[in-house]
Nanobody, 128 residues
Framework: QVQLVESGGGLVQAGGSLRLSCAASGRTFSRYAMGWFRQAPGQEREFVAGIPWGGGSTYYVDSVRGRFTISRDNAKNTVYLQMNSLKPEDTAVYYC?????????????????????WGQGTQVTVSS
């Protein structure tokens, strides 16, 4: 069982930055691939970025590549999403999620249904 709690959301002007954190409980955090998703009003929840439990690689959706950075600190059971050069279209509720991939340290799941545990979400609002 893994419980996830996001923090760091807020209101920021376009061009600004925010750093989201996701604190995980459970001793097996280091064996879960982690992902960040977001959901804007009236839209589907979309995958934004992911990092495998083995580290060494990351994946980003095209709309955030070059602006967002996902990282993890297994010693602190925390995954981060650094968001720079924010745009109004980045406005959404951001969720972190954990995928159980114990046998594949390099895998980054991208499908919503591949993630087993979810946080409650944190609102990010970017004003123009």
């Amino acid at each position: 069982q893994v419980q996830l709690v996001e923090s760091g959301g807020g209101l920021v002007q376009a061009g600004g930055s925010l750093r989201l954190s996701c604190a995980a409980s459970g001793r097996t955090f280091s064996r879960y691939a982690m992902g960040w998703f977001r959901q804007a009003p009236g839209q589907e929840r979309e995958f934004v970025a992911g990092i495998p439990w083995g580290g060494g690689s990351t994946y980003y959706v095209d709309s955030v590549r070059g602006r967002f950075t996902i990282s993890r600190d297994n010693a602190k059971n925390t995954v981060y999403l650094q968001m720079n050069s924010l745009k109004p279209e980045d406005t959404a509720v951001y969720y972190c999620a954990a995928a159980d991939t114990p046998l594949d340290p390099g895998r980054i799941p991208r499908g919503r249904n591949e993630y087993k545990y979810w946080g409650q979400g944190t609102q990010v609002t970017v004003s123009s």
